[in-house]
């Protein structure tokens, strides 16, 4: 019997279209889950994610000849922080400014001076990392700080604590003017100290270096040195 005696051969074939079926299934499998795991991953990373967009309108009318301003703004505040973690943080803050006509002389403000009546503004784009060797937090970016003076500025800032009731901070950059087109020899630089000898009671030292050169005044230095307790 011709079945009998090629049995093995039939048994090849029925068996090794299985084995690559099966094996195709299993990859296939393989990178479903691989897929899902790199879409999980994207989406987690998404979820990090919040803030809010602002959209405004602003219209003008004068009395008279003296004509009318029609302005559109959108503002985004856009935060990204780690929730498991809490280590890695990053904001970024920005505006845009649309002119819809040249407003008349009753309306017009330093805006109105470019060529381009769509504007953008950068006000914040930084990223933080906490626990950094000795550090406690380094900041990189541009930035506000608030502590002393409104500082707004391109640079670094540096947090640390030797010990429990004692901060040391350090920080320093390039001065952000939204309306000098040339921050050549411009920077800033600055420490504090924060004392904490009881809970109810804090003494701070400041120091803050400034430097701005401009083609009116020459090259300004200025220096401040605060004491403060609270």
């Known amino acids: 019997n011709w079945v009998v005696k090629n049995k093995y051969f039939l048994i090849v074939i029925v068996i090794i279209?299985?084995?690559?079926?099966?094996?195709?299934?299993?990859?296939?499998?393989?990178?479903?889950?691989?897929?899902?795991?790199?879409?999980?991953?994207?989406?987690?990373?998404?979820?990090?994610?919040?803030?809010?967009?602002?959209?405004?309108?602003?219209?003008?009318?004068?009395?008279?000849?003296?004509?009318?301003?029609?302005?559109?703004?959108?503002?985004?505040?856009?935060?990204?922080?780690?929730?498991?973690?809490?280590?890695?943080?990053?904001?970024?803050?920005?505006v845009l400014r649309q002119d819809f006509d040249d407003p008349s002389s009753a309306f017009r403000s330093i805006d109105d001076t470019y060529d381009k009546s769509l504007r953008s503004y950068l006000y914040e784009l930084y990223g933080s990392i906490k626990d950094v060797t000795v550090l406690d937090e380094v900041k990189i970016g541009r930035q506000y700080l608030y502590d002393v003076e409104n500082l707004h500025f391109d640079g670094i800032h540096l947090s640390y604590k030797?010990?429990?009731?004692?901060?040391?901070?350090?920080?320093?950059?390039?001065?952000?003017y939204f309306y000098e087109s040339d921050p050549d020899g411009d920077w800033i630089g600055g420490v504090s100290s924060e004392v904490k000898p009881l809970d109810n009671s804090t003494f701070r030292f400041d120091y803050i270096s400034t430097s701005d050169n401009n083609s009116d005044f020459g090259s300004q230095h200025d220096n401040l040195y605060l004491l403060s307790a609270w």
């Open 17 to 94: 279209p299985f084995i690559i079926s099966f094996r195709n299934g299993l990859s296939q499998t393989v990178q479903d889950e691989e897929y899902t795991q790199k879409l999980n991953s994207i989406n987690q990373f998404v979820d990090d994610f919040y803030g809010n967009l602002t959209l405004r309108y602003r219209g003008r009318n004068a009395e008279g000849d003296q004509g009318s301003d029609q302005d559109f703004y959108e503002s985004l505040n856009l935060h990204y922080r780690d929730p498991l973690q809490d280590k890695i943080s990053g904001y970024f803050h920005g």
């Open 162 to 176: 030797p010990v429990e009731k004692v901060r040391l901070t350090s920080y320093g950059g390039l001065p952000v």
